[in-house]
């Protein structure tokens, strides 16, 4: 298998085909602008002392200031980053944001640390990167295994070395210290919103519609809580990295969340009537499947088992090269991460918005904004799939290229 970033270069290239993207464009958008490097110790309880590897990329600033997560996972590699800030640029231009992409990560697995451990290290971290963040710059969030605590040291990091307080420069903030309402649930209410879109446009009742999710994080939690609650669909299958669980009746998410804060997984959730395994979580008949772990999770082996009939894409990235062939040529219909998963930067753009006035929204103001944007940005990925006879991921990416493009072209290139 070639590399993650390679992959993401393979889909982002048939689109530029199709639409007959200058060949010039192409090659700024394959390059990532800034990739940043930076070890750093950091003492632990006991006094000893651990150095640490992290990432900054910032793929693209054509739209605006670069945007994206911070994740923390022991996987975490310079391609995986640079993929995920590629991702980025895509995203925020599909949207409609005026942003550019950026994403960054520490190896570490942060469950082996204290609190006051992982303080120190998001700390130590944010002031590496801090050399080229900031409110106009480039904005950090939250991604796999960061938190609004995180956010909120990396805000203070910041603030502490510029001398005042910058509320903007981070988003998914606590609410009450420049947090948006609504931010938590974001990218699960934007998974919900385009799954009961998807099933409408497959002609599919997205009432009772069954739902298999693969990742029990933050996006996974939402997206089960949001299509219960509001879609009327049923959860029939969740799995996270332990485990997975079935229930044919449809699991009650509210609950499912509270065993898992309260467990650390759902693997022996007692109200599940039987467990499976990961692998037969991906391939089981259910209508639509949500993957929302991590990416390359459904290699092409795997894809040829699916059944699916809507893919709806919360994780970034979760098809490994060579699936989207199988899948698409088999009707399967894939709604991209670039897309799918976009309710949550689409919410820190609210955030940034709310911190540079001072002036807070309402959670129906956040939601109902959200609601229209992810709307807006689907029908506009589906007219562009029916004008070039294409898949949607090829069309999320004809759409924000084009934005990207013209930003690029009207900006020249310096000098
Ligand atoms: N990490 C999230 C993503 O992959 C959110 C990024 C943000 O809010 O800036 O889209």
């Not at 048939?14 to 070890?39: C, F, S, T, Y």
């Not at 009742?205 to 739902?211: G, M, Q, R, W």
């Not at 290699?299 to 709806?312: D, F, L």
């Amino acid at each position: 298998m070639g590399s993650t970033y390679e992959s993401a270069l393979n889909k982002f290239g048939k689109a530029a085909d199709l639409m007959n993207l200058d060949p010039g464009i192409r090659k700024i958008l394959e390059h990532p602008k800034r990739q940043l490097i930076v070890e750093f110790p950091v003492t632990m309880d006991d006094d000893s002392v651990e150095v640490f590897t992290g990432y900054r990329v910032q793929h693209n600033v054509a739209l605006g200031p670069a945007k994206g997560g911070v994740r923390y996972h022991p996987n975490v590699s310079l391609d995986e980053v640079k993929s995920l800030a590629f991702w980025m640029t895509f995203k925020c231009a599909v949207m409609g944001l005026p942003y550019g992409g950026a994403k960054g990560g520490i190896e570490i697995d942060p469950k082996k640390y204290s609190k006051k451990e992982l303080e120190r290290v998001s700390r130590r971290f944010f002031s590496e990167i801090s050399i080229i963040v900031g409110p106009d710059r480039d904005i950090p969030a939250p991604d796999v295994n960061t938190t609004p605590d995180i956010m909120a040291w990396f805000m203070d990091t910041y603030s502490m070395n510029v001398g005042y307080s910058s509320m903007g420069v981070v988003t998914g903030k606590p609410v009450g210290l420049g947090g948006s309402q609504g931010r938590t649930e974001a990218t699960g209410r934007g998974v919900s919103e385009v799954t009961a879109l998807a099933a409408k446009a497959k002609g599919m009742d997205i009432k009772n519609a069954t739902v298999a999710i693969e990742g029990f994080g933050n996006v996974g939690q939402y997206a089960a809580l949001l299509l219960s609650k509001e879609k009327g669909a049923k959860i029939v299958a969740v799995s996270d990295s332990k485990g997975a669980v079935y229930n044919p009746n449809g699991f009650d998410a509210e609950e499912l969340m509270k065993y898992k804060v309260e467990h650390g997984t759902i693997a022996d959730y007692p109200k599940a009537q039987s467990k499976m395994s990961n692998h037969d979580l991906k391939t089981m008949d259910v209508d639509v499947f949500i993957p929302a772990a991590l990416e390359n999770s459904i290699t092409p082996e795997i894809a040829k088992e699916i059944k699916a009939k809507i893919i709806v894409e919360g994780a970034n990235g979760p098809l490994a090269e060579g699936a989207d062939e199988i899948l698409n040529e088999r009707g399967v219909l894939i709604v991209p991460d670039i897309l799918a998963n976009a309710g949550g930067v689409t919410v820190s753009y609210f955030e940034w918005v709310q911190d540079l006035q001072s002036f807070f929204w309402k959670k129906t103001q956040v939601n109902s904004a959200l609601e229209e944007m992810m709307d807006k940005a689907f029908d506009e990925t589906w007219k562009t799939k029916e004008k070039y006879s294409t898949d949607m991921r090829t069309a999320a990416y004809i759409v924000a290229t084009e934005r990207v493009a013209y930003a690029t072209r009207k900006r020249g290139i310096y000098p």
